[in-house]
C-alpha cells in the first residue's frame, strides 16, 4: 500500500460501509472505468443478481405469494402426514407443483411463502444494523486513535464497557425484558450499540500506529488541519482493515439476528425470518432435512455474495488506484 | 509501565462494576417479579412477602445492588432463625428453578464450556495464521485462491446451518461421528475428540476464516514495507522473511482480535452449544433466559464480562510488546 492518498480510497472507505456503489462521488471519468470493470467481473455480477433477487423477492412478496397460491401463515394439514408426526408427504419435504419448496412439517405452512417474506425481515435488520455500524466505528475509532488522551480514555472506556458485556446474552436479557411490538427496531439498535465497538478498536489501534508515521508528520508540518489528517492521510490507509471488518461484519449481523430469533427473542413468530425457519427446523433435521437446507441454503448465498461483492470491490478500488 | 498497569486495572474494576449495576437493573427491575414466580401456583400474598424478604426482595434497589456485591466477597445469609441459609463467597446466590447455588452450577460446567472454547481457539489459531500466510506467500497463484474460496465458504455459512448439515451428513446419513456428548478426556481420548470435533469446527469455522483474511492481509501489506526488502536485499532466507519481518507486524491486529474473541466465546458458544445439546455454560445461560431464572443470568453474565474484561487488558498488553511502534504511553 502507497501512502499517497487519493480520493477515490477514501471512496472505497465509504463504499464499503454501504456494501453498494463503487466510488459514488469520485470524477466521472473514473466512476464509469470503475463501473466498466465491475460489470466484467463475472462473479461479482453474479453475487449483485442475487442480492437483487432477494430484495426484488422481499418487495414483491405479495405478490408473488399471490401467484405460488398460498400464504405464509396458511395451514395446509393435506400436504403433512399425521400418522408420522406430521411430517410432510411426498419427496424433498413436499416439494411439488402445489407448494414449490415444500411445506413446513407439523402444520404444514408453505416454505416458499415463508422464505418470501422472510427476506424482508432478514435484509432489513442486517443492513440496517452494517450501516449504522460501520458509520459509529469508523468515527468514533478515528476520534480515538487520532486525538489520543482525554478524547481516547472516554471513547475507550466506553467501548470497553460496551464489550464487557457478553453482547448475546445481554442482548438476548434485554430483548426478552423488553415489549415485543416493535422487535425489528430494537434488534437494528441493540446490534448496532454492541456492535460498533469491534471495528472501532481496530480502527483506533491503526490510526495510532498510523498516525507516528512520517506522512502524516509531513502533512501537519505543510499546514493540515486534524480533520484534513484524519479523512484524507488516515483513513485511506484504513480502507482495507475497513472494509474487511465491514464485511465481515453482514454475515455477523444476519447470524446474530437469526441466532437471536432462534433463541426465541428475535423476530416473534408467526412473522418469519431465514434464521428463524432455520431454527424451528432443529427438531426435525434428521427427519426433514429439506426444511433446514431451503432456508439455510438462501442464508448462506446472501451471506456469501455480500462477502465476495465486498471482496470484488475492494479489490476494484485498489487497482483502480494503480492506474490514477 | 507500573503506572499504565495501575490505571488499567482500576479502569478493570470500574467497568466490571458498571455491567454489575447495569445487568442488575435490566434483570431486577424490567423482570417479571421473581417472588410470584417462585411462588407457584397455590400462593398466597403472605408467602409472596415472606419470599420477598428472606430474599431480600423488599429492600429499596440500592440496598439490594449493595447486598450483591459485597456478597461477591464476603458471602451473605439467607432469612433468618432456623430457616437461615449460608452461601459462602463468592456467593451468586441461588437458582430460582433448581435452588442450587449459581457458583456450583457454573462451576459444573465449566470444563464442557472450556473444553469447547480452548479446542474451537486453538483450531482457528492454527488454520487462520498458516493460511494466512500461506495465501500470501502464494499471492494470486492456486493455493491462495484455493484457500480463498474455503474462506468465503467458511465465513458465510452460518454456524448452526453448519452444525445441522454435518450432524445430518456425518452421523444420521454415515455414521461417522458419534452425536456430540461431553465424554471426559480421562475416560476415552479417542472418543472425547470425536465427540468435541464437530463442536469445535463449527465454533472455529466462522473466526478460522476471519483470521486467514486478516492474516493474509496484513503480511502482503508488510510484504512491501522497506525493512522487508531490506532484509530480502540482505539475502535473508525466504522462510526467515516471512516468519520474522512480514508474520510479526502482522499479527497485531490478529492479537487484538484474539483475545476479545477468546474472552467472548464462553458467552458466544451459547448456539453452538444449544444446538449440539452439551451442557455447558452457554446453554446454562439460554436455559436459564427461557425460565427466566435470574439470578443464574446475572452469573453467567458476570462470568463472562469478567473474562471479557480480563482478555482486553491481556491483549493491550501484548499489543504494546508486538508491536514496538505503539509506546505504552500512547496506549493510556
Given at each position: 500500500m502507497t501512502f499517497t492518498p487519493t480520493e477515490l480510497e477514501v471512496e472505497g472507505a465509504a463504499g464499503g460501509e454501504t456494501a453498494g456503489h463503487p466510488a459514488p462521488a469520485s470524477p466521472p471519468a473514473q466512476r464509469r472505468r470503475l463501473a466498466r470493470a465491475f460489470l466484467r467481473d463475472r462473479t461479482a455480477v453474479a453475487c449483485s443478481a442475487y442480492i437483487l433477487l432477494v430484495i426484488l423477492m422481499a418487495l414483491a412478496a405479495p405478490l408473488l405469494v399471490k401467484l405460488s397460491g398460498w400464504g405464509p401463515y396458511e395451514f395446509d394439514q393435506s400436504a403433512v402426514d399425521p400418522n408420522l408426526g406430521g411430517l410432510p408427504l411426498g419427496w424433498g419435504g413436499g416439494m411439488g407443483a402445489e407448494h414449490w419448496f415444500g411445506v413446513e412439517p407439523?402444520?404444514?405452512?408453505?416454505i416458499f411463502a415463508r422464505i418470501v417474506y422472510g427476506a424482508r425481515v432478514s435484509m432489513t435488520i442486517a443492513l440496517a444494523a452494517t450501516v449504522l455500524t460501520s458509520v459509529l466505528g469508523v468515527v468514533f475509532g478515528l476520534i480515538a486513535g487520532y486525538f489520543g488522551g482525554r478524547v481516547d480514555m472516554l471513547i475507550s472506556r466506553v467501548m470497553e464497557f460496551l464489550m464487557a458485556f457478553p453482547a448475546l446474552i445481554f442482548m438476548i436479557a434485554v430483548l426478552s425484558a423488553l415489549?415485543?411490538?416493535n422487535r425489528q427496531f430494537l434488534l437494528v439498535v441493540v446490534i448496532s450499540v454492541f456492535g460498533w465497538p469491534y471495528l472501532a478498536r481496530i480502527v483506533r489501534g491503526q490510526t495510532m500506529s498510523l498516525k507516528e508515521r512520517e506522512f502524516v508528520e509531513s502533512a501537519r508540518a505543510s499546514g493540515a488541519s486534524s480533520l484534513q489528517i484524519i479523512f484524507k492521510e488516515i483513513l485511506p490507509n484504513l480502507a482495507s482493515t475497513i472494509i474487511v471488518m465491514t464485511t465481515l461484519a453482514v454475515p455477523g449481523y444476519v447470524g446474530t439476528e437469526a441466532g437471536l430469533s432462534f433463541l426465541g427473542?428475535?423476530?416473534?413468530?408467526?412473522?418469519?425470518?431465514w434464521g428463524q425457519m432455520i431454527a424451528s427446523s432443529v427438531p426435525w433435521y434428521a427427519v426433514d432435512p429439506a426444511y433446514f437446507l431451503i432456508p439455510g441454503t438462501f442464508l448462506f448465498l446472501l451471506v456469501l455474495s455480500f462477502t465476495v461483492l465486498g471482496d470484488r470491490i475492494k479489490k476494484l478500488v485498489e487497482s483502480g488506484e494503480g492506474r490514477a | 509501565m507500573s503506572r499504565f498497569l495501575f490505571n488499567r486495572l482500576l479502569g478493570m474494576i470500574v467497568v466490571l462494576f458498571l455491567v454489575c449495576l447495569f445487568t442488575f437493573v435490566v434483570f431486577f427491575v424490567l423482570s417479571p417479579d421473581p417472588a410470584v414466580q417462585i411462588c407457584?401456583?397455590?400462593?398466597t400474598p403472605e408467602a409472596i412477602d415472606q419470599i420477598r424478604e428472606n430474599l431480600g426482595l423488599d429492600q429499596p434497589f440500592w440496598t439490594q445492588f449493595w447486598t450483591f456485591i459485597t456478597a461477591l466477597f464476603t458471602g451473605r445469609t439467607y432469612g433468618t432463625g432456623a430457616n437461615a441459609v449460608e452461601c459462602a463467597a463468592p456467593c451468586l446466590g441461588y437458582s430460582f428453578q433448581t435452588s442450587q447455588p449459581v457458583a456450583d452450577m457454573i462451576l459444573q460446567r465449566l470444563p464442557v464450556s472450556a473444553t469447547i472454547a480452548i479446542g474451537a481457539a486453538v483450531l482457528w489459531l492454527l488454520a487462520g495464521v498458516a493460511g494466512g500466510l500461506i495465501s500470501a506467500v502464494r499471492e494470486g497463484r492456486f493455493a491462495d485462491r484455493f484457500i480463498a474460496g474455503l474462506t468465503l465458504t467458511g465465513m458465510s455459512v452460518p454456524n448452526y446451518v453448519l452444525a445441522l448439515a454435518l450432524q445430518f451428513l456425518?452421523?444420521?446419513?454415515?455414521?461417522?461421528?458419534?452425536?456430540?456428548q461431553a465424554v471426559p478426556f480421562g475416560d476415552d481420548p479417542v472418543r472425547w475428540f470425536a465427540n468435541f470435533l464437530m463442536p469445535w469446527t463449527v465454533l472455529a469455522i466462522g473466526s478460522a476464516a476471519v483470521y486467514t483474511r486478516l492474516t493474509r492481509a496484513n503480511v502482503i501489506e508488510s510484504l512491501q514495507e522497506n525493512y522487508v526488502r531490506t532484509a530480502r536485499a540482505k539475502g535473508l532466507r525466504p522462510g526467515l522473511v516471512w516468519r520474522r519481518h512480514a508474520l510479526r507486524p502482522a499479527l497485531t491486529p490478529i492479537v487484538t482480535i484474539f483475545g476479545m474473541d477468546f474472552a467472548n466465546l464462553l458467552g458466544g458458544a451459547l448456539i453452538t452449544e444449544t444446538v449440539f445439546g452439551l451442557n455447558g455454560i452457554g446453554k446454562l445461560a439460554a436455559d436459564s433466559i427461557t425460565k427466566n431464572d435470574q439470578p443464574v443470568i446475572m452469573g453467567v453474565t458476570l462470568l463472562a464480562a469478567f473474562l471479557v474484561v480480563v482478555g482486553a487488558m491481556v491483549v493491550d498488553l501484548l499489543y504494546t510488546a508486538i508491536d514496538p511502534r505503539v509506546r505504552v504511553g500512547s496506549v493510556k
Amino acid at each position: 500500500m502507497t501512502f499517497t492518498p487519493t480520493e477515490l480510497e477514501v471512496e472505497g472507505a465509504a463504499g464499503g460501509e454501504t456494501a453498494g456503489h463503487p466510488a459514488p462521488a469520485s470524477p466521472p471519468a473514473q466512476r464509469r472505468r470503475l463501473a466498466r470493470a465491475f460489470l466484467r467481473d463475472r462473479t461479482a455480477v453474479a453475487c449483485s443478481a442475487y442480492i437483487l433477487l432477494v430484495i426484488l423477492m422481499a418487495l414483491a412478496a405479495p405478490l408473488l405469494v399471490k401467484l405460488s397460491g398460498w400464504g405464509p401463515y396458511e395451514f395446509d394439514q393435506s400436504a403433512v402426514d399425521p400418522n408420522l408426526g406430521g411430517l410432510p408427504l411426498g419427496w424433498g419435504g413436499g416439494m411439488g407443483a402445489e407448494h414449490w419448496f415444500g411445506v413446513e412439517p407439523g402444520n404444514g405452512r408453505d416454505i416458499f411463502a415463508r422464505i418470501v417474506y422472510g427476506a424482508r425481515v432478514s435484509m432489513t435488520i442486517a443492513l440496517a444494523a452494517t450501516v449504522l455500524t460501520s458509520v459509529l466505528g469508523v468515527v468514533f475509532g478515528l476520534i480515538a486513535g487520532y486525538f489520543g488522551g482525554r478524547v481516547d480514555m472516554l471513547i475507550s472506556r466506553v467501548m470497553e464497557f460496551l464489550m464487557a458485556f457478553p453482547a448475546l446474552i445481554f442482548m438476548i436479557a434485554v430483548l426478552s425484558a423488553l415489549p415485543a411490538d416493535n422487535r425489528q427496531f430494537l434488534l437494528v439498535v441493540v446490534i448496532s450499540v454492541f456492535g460498533w465497538p469491534y471495528l472501532a478498536r481496530i480502527v483506533r489501534g491503526q490510526t495510532m500506529s498510523l498516525k507516528e508515521r512520517e506522512f502524516v508528520e509531513s502533512a501537519r508540518a505543510s499546514g493540515a488541519s486534524s480533520l484534513q489528517i484524519i479523512f484524507k492521510e488516515i483513513l485511506p490507509n484504513l480502507a482495507s482493515t475497513i472494509i474487511v471488518m465491514t464485511t465481515l461484519a453482514v454475515p455477523g449481523y444476519v447470524g446474530t439476528e437469526a441466532g437471536l430469533s432462534f433463541l426465541g427473542v428475535g423476530v416473534v413468530p408467526p412473522t418469519p425470518s431465514w434464521g428463524q425457519m432455520i431454527a424451528s427446523s432443529v427438531p426435525w433435521y434428521a427427519v426433514d432435512p429439506a426444511y433446514f437446507l431451503i432456508p439455510g441454503t438462501f442464508l448462506f448465498l446472501l451471506v456469501l455474495s455480500f462477502t465476495v461483492l465486498g471482496d470484488r470491490i475492494k479489490k476494484l478500488v485498489e487497482s483502480g488506484e494503480g492506474r490514477a | 509501565m507500573s503506572r499504565f498497569l495501575f490505571n488499567r486495572l482500576l479502569g478493570m474494576i470500574v467497568v466490571l462494576f458498571l455491567v454489575c449495576l447495569f445487568t442488575f437493573v435490566v434483570f431486577f427491575v424490567l423482570s417479571p417479579d421473581p417472588a410470584v414466580q417462585i411462588c407457584g401456583k397455590n400462593c398466597t400474598p403472605e408467602a409472596i412477602d415472606q419470599i420477598r424478604e428472606n430474599l431480600g426482595l423488599d429492600q429499596p434497589f440500592w440496598t439490594q445492588f449493595w447486598t450483591f456485591i459485597t456478597a461477591l466477597f464476603t458471602g451473605r445469609t439467607y432469612g433468618t432463625g432456623a430457616n437461615a441459609v449460608e452461601c459462602a463467597a463468592p456467593c451468586l446466590g441461588y437458582s430460582f428453578q433448581t435452588s442450587q447455588p449459581v457458583a456450583d452450577m457454573i462451576l459444573q460446567r465449566l470444563p464442557v464450556s472450556a473444553t469447547i472454547a480452548i479446542g474451537a481457539a486453538v483450531l482457528w489459531l492454527l488454520a487462520g495464521v498458516a493460511g494466512g500466510l500461506i495465501s500470501a506467500v502464494r499471492e494470486g497463484r492456486f493455493a491462495d485462491r484455493f484457500i480463498a474460496g474455503l474462506t468465503l465458504t467458511g465465513m458465510s455459512v452460518p454456524n448452526y446451518v453448519l452444525a445441522l448439515a454435518l450432524q445430518f451428513l456425518l452421523v444420521v446419513t454415515l455414521g461417522w461421528l458419534p452425536f456430540p456428548q461431553a465424554v471426559p478426556f480421562g475416560d476415552d481420548p479417542v472418543r472425547w475428540f470425536a465427540n468435541f470435533l464437530m463442536p469445535w469446527t463449527v465454533l472455529a469455522i466462522g473466526s478460522a476464516a476471519v483470521y486467514t483474511r486478516l492474516t493474509r492481509a496484513n503480511v502482503i501489506e508488510s510484504l512491501q514495507e522497506n525493512y522487508v526488502r531490506t532484509a530480502r536485499a540482505k539475502g535473508l532466507r525466504p522462510g526467515l522473511v516471512w516468519r520474522r519481518h512480514a508474520l510479526r507486524p502482522a499479527l497485531t491486529p490478529i492479537v487484538t482480535i484474539f483475545g476479545m474473541d477468546f474472552a467472548n466465546l464462553l458467552g458466544g458458544a451459547l448456539i453452538t452449544e444449544t444446538v449440539f445439546g452439551l451442557n455447558g455454560i452457554g446453554k446454562l445461560a439460554a436455559d436459564s433466559i427461557t425460565k427466566n431464572d435470574q439470578p443464574v443470568i446475572m452469573g453467567v453474565t458476570l462470568l463472562a464480562a469478567f473474562l471479557v474484561v480480563v482478555g482486553a487488558m491481556v491483549v493491550d498488553l501484548l499489543y504494546t510488546a508486538i508491536d514496538p511502534r505503539v509506546r505504552v504511553g500512547s496506549v493510556k
